[in-house]
């Protein structure tokens, strides 16, 4: 008889979960996932593009209900999962519903984070994180609201890019000194930045919010000195906090994440966490590819076989705001490292690759991430690169072709 097996969250870390255990565990377990939204798993990477009206909100499903269905997999969105009793070895639903499992994984995701400003309980004040939030936003754009977005990263790009292509006056306001500080060095913020603004988008860097203008409802917000920003909407897009709550109520280890060990197992047996919930070795990715590691190592120990997480190495490769943007690796160098640069600001490109001790440890490349996957496969497996390193800069084509 095939085990129950829980998956709390329905995002596209317990998506890949589920796709990677129909391939290594099929038949082992008896599959349900549990998700509190109430639509079949989507990817959350192309909210901005539905929000933009690029893409429809249907067509961004991962998989269509038959094929949860013909990989045995129930379903259970829509349903809250609201405690988890480790000794008792049930999930508790919103509706009163008991799941009983054998083994359960957390995939339960991040919560955007929301200032403490006063203000910010204002009904015109919504996060950018899922589906739902993009409803809303649709909502804002179609009646021509005057919306500032606070965050510069991520998120705060795609939320200000939907908002603005959606026909919304948009002014971003980011409290650090260049866009997606933690992604980017300075060179390629700044173009980032430019490229942005050329798409209608105002945007103030160093900029610190103290206040949401409004007795009733939103009319501008104020930043530390003293410049008022007229609008009808504010969006949170400042950040993310792992949902570790419920594994927390169920007296399982948290720090800011779920804390696992190297099979993604927590501190109660049986039970484990995926994803951007999961804290391991003192890291929480927020990011899709690591959670996509993540998935497969999980599945392949829950099938019994050999398998480890040692961590992964952070890469982003998206389009933000509708720019190309890569970014993997040490980017920034150290003492011993050296810098090969690239950069037409005319064009809209800009590449930088960190060399050190005849190996790539890091890249940054906006408008241009053709080769980025290449960059990145050389970034992760460390290997040699004297044979290409006069037209590494070039391209895979051209320095592979010279090399051979």
Request: neutral net charge; aromatic residues 6%; glycine residues 10%.
């Amino acid at each position: 008889m095939s085990e129950p097996l829980v998956v709390i969250g329905n995002g596209m870390a317990a998506a890949r979960f589920a796709q990677e255990m129909a391939t290594a565990g099929l038949g082992r377990y008896a599959i349900a996932v549990v998700g509190d939204e109430p639509r079949l798993a989507y990817n959350r990477v192309l909210l901005s593009s539905v929000l933009a009206g690029e893409v429809a909100s249907q067509d961004i499903d991962l998989h269509a209900a038959s094929w949860w269905r013909d990989r045995g997999v129930t379903l259970c969105y829509g349903a809250a999962a609201t405690t988890v009793d480790v000794r008792k070895r049930e999930v508790t639903l919103a509706s009163g519903r008991i799941m009983p499992f054998s083994k359960l994984v957390f995939a339960t995701g991040s919560q955007p984070l929301r200032l403490n400003v006063p203000g910010a309980e204002l009904p015109q004040v919504h996060t950018f994180r899922d589906s739902r939030d993009a409803d809303l936003l649709m909502q804002l754009a179609a009646s021509r609201s005057r919306v500032v977005v606070i965050g510069g990263g991520l998120l705060g790009l795609e939320a200000a890019y939907g908002l603005a292509k959606a026909g919304a006056p948009v002014t971003l306001v980011h409290l650090m000194d260049r866009l997606m500080e933690r992604q980017l060095d300075r060179p390629a913020a700044a173009l980032l930045k430019r490229l942005v603004e050329h798409k209608g988008i105002d945007i103030l860097l160093e900029a610190s919010t103290a206040r949401i203008l409004g007795a009733e409802r939103v009319e501008g917000v104020e930043l530390a000195d003293g410049r008022v920003l007229k609008a009808d909407a504010v969006i949170f897009a400042a950040g993310i906090r792992p949902n570790i709550a419920l594994a927390k109520d169920a007296g399982i280890a948290t720090g800011r994440g779920i804390v696992v060990d190297d099979r993604l197992e927590t501190s109660a047996p049986g039970v484990y966490a995926l994803g951007e919930c999961a804290e391991h070795d003192g890291v929480c990715y927020g990011l899709v590819e690591p959670a996509y590691e993540q998935a497969r190592v999980l599945a392949r120990h829950l099938a019994g076989k050999d398998a480890v997480y040692r961590g992964s190495v952070t890469a982003t490769n998206l389009k933000v705001s509708g720019v190309s943007v890569f970014s993997a690796g040490d980017f920034i160098g150290h003492e011993t490292s050296e810098d090969i640069v690239l950069s037409d600001v005319r064009f809209g490109s800009y590449k930088k690759l960190v060399v050190d001790d005849g190996r790539l440890i890091g890249a940054v490349l906006i408008g241009d991430t053709r080769d980025a996957l290449w960059y990145l496969e050389m970034i992760r497996n460390g290997a040699s690169i004297k044979s290409l390193r006069n037209d590494l800069m070039f391209g895979r084509a051209l320095a592979e072709r010279r090399a051979a």
